[in-house]
């Protein structure tokens, strides 16, 4: 039986894009914030450079999955796999050009935007895109956490900023900074529940090398921090007071606490939905950051 056209957009993972859509939408609102000490604004540029990175995590997820499963972390029995390549959905092949197309579209849309632009493009892109590629190395060598960090916030928010103003704003670096802790959780969320499973198949993932204690730790200071990174942002002048409707989503992420507290290497069950309820809690965090930080202009 041939894949439907909702296996195809499945094997992308779309739950996870907030990860990278969102700091392209915050970049988007501070440019918006700051317009008035920018010469010109191509808002039209943005929307290319958020569509890009959704593209180039898409290329990422399906490229990740392909070297999982040929390197047997995602096999019939374990819990967490994409179930696309263990149950047969997809032929290995199948999935590996897919991802190599997606991340083709993605470095083409990223070329026309250097056109446009300026070179400090190149090397935003450059980075973004041997990331994309090799993050399956890095995650087997406990430094996926800290890849994600600088791609899905200061990366993409700094490339996008660029795309829309010509400028590199390396505030938007720092302002990003409590996105990325949030994106983040994602994939430790992921490599938490499937600590069992990884550890079965000898690579070794920060959650791994921190334990089940370590990891809640992890994931506690992570979605604590990107409050009170808000709080310092407000309190130093940074962006507007209008930046800490961040708290409405409080509730949210004092849910995923409670849910990492419960985490079990044998019980990968528990946690099973924390990486998707992670990825929500992105999206709602950045819209209420976006929406302060783009109303501030009006105060």
């Given at each position: 039986?041939s894949?439907t056209?909702?296996?195809?957009?499945?094997?992308?993972?779309?739950w996870?894009?907030?990860?990278?859509?969102?700091p392209?939408?915050?970049?988007?609102?501070?440019v918006?914030y700051?317009?008035d000490s920018i010469?010109?604004?191509?808002?039209g540029?943005?929307?290319?450079?958020l569509l890009g990175?959704?593209l180039?995590?898409?290329?990422?997820?399906?490229?990740?999955?392909y070297?999982d499963y040929m390197y047997?972390?995602?096999?019939?029995?374990?819990?967490?796999s994409s179930?696309?390549?263990?149950?047969g959905v997809?032929?290995?092949?199948t999935?590996?050009w897919?991802g190599?197309?997606v991340l083709?579209?993605?470095?083409l849309?990223?070329?026309?935007?250097w056109s446009?632009?300026?070179n400090d493009l190149l090397?935003?892109?450059i980075v973004?895109?041997?990331g994309?590629f090799?993050?399956?190395?890095l995650k087997?060598m406990a430094?996926?956490?800290?890849?994600i960090?600088?791609?899905?916030?200061p990366l993409?928010?700094?490339?996008?900023?660029?795309v829309?103003?010509?400028?590199?704003y390396?505030?938007?670096?720092?302002?990003?900074i409590?996105?990325?802790?949030?994106?983040v959780?994602i994939?430790?969320?992921?490599?938490?529940?499937?600590?069992?499973?990884?550890?079965l198949?000898n690579?070794?993932?920060?959650a791994?090398?921190?334990g089940?204690?370590g990891?809640?730790?992890q994931?506690?200071?992570?979605?604590?921090g990107?409050y009170?990174?808000v709080?310092?942002f407000?309190l130093?002048?940074?962006?507007?007071p209008l930046?800490l409707?961040?708290?409405?989503?409080?509730?949210?992420a004092k849910?995923?606490?409670?849910l990492?507290?419960?985490?079990?290497?044998?019980k990968p069950e528990i946690?099973k939905?924390?990486?998707?309820m992670s990825?929500?809690?992105?999206?709602?965090?950045?819209?209420?950051?976006?929406l302060?930080i783009f109303?501030?202009?009006?105060?």
């Amino acid at each position: 039986m041939s894949p439907t056209t909702k296996n195809w957009i499945i094997a992308t993972r779309p739950w996870s894009f907030p990860a990278s859509a969102m700091p392209a939408l915050f970049a988007m609102a501070y440019v918006f914030y700051m317009q008035d000490s920018i010469e010109s604004i191509h808002w039209g540029y943005g929307v290319a450079a958020l569509l890009g990175a959704v593209l180039f995590q898409a290329s990422g997820n399906l490229i990740g999955d392909y070297f999982d499963y040929m390197y047997k972390v995602d096999r019939k029995e374990s819990f967490g796999s994409s179930r696309m390549l263990v149950d047969g959905v997809f032929t290995p092949k199948t999935i590996f050009w897919f991802g190599l197309i997606v991340l083709c579209m993605g470095i083409l849309l990223g070329l026309f935007l250097w056109s446009q632009t300026g070179n400090d493009l190149l090397w935003i892109g450059i980075v973004g895109a041997l990331g994309t590629f090799f993050y399956y190395k890095l995650k087997y060598m406990a430094l996926g956490d800290v890849l994600i960090f600088v791609i899905y916030g200061p990366l993409i928010a700094l490339g996008t900023a660029f795309v829309m103003t010509n400028q590199l704003y390396w505030e938007v670096v720092v302002l990003s900074i409590p996105i990325a802790f949030l994106v983040v959780n994602i994939l430790h969320a992921n490599n938490t529940r499937d600590m069992r499973d990884d550890k079965l198949a000898n690579i070794k993932t920060q959650a791994l090398l921190l334990g089940e204690k370590g990891s809640r730790i992890q994931y506690t200071f992570l979605a604590i921090g990107a409050y009170v990174a808000v709080a310092i942002f407000v309190l130093l002048n940074m962006i507007s007071p209008l930046a800490l409707l961040v708290i409405v989503t409080l509730p949210l992420a004092k849910k995923n606490i409670n849910l990492i507290k419960q985490a079990k290497i044998d019980k990968p069950e528990i946690i099973k939905d924390l990486d998707a309820m992670s990825a929500q809690l992105v999206m709602a965090f950045t819209l209420m950051y976006a929406l302060g930080i783009f109303n501030g202009y009006w105060i």
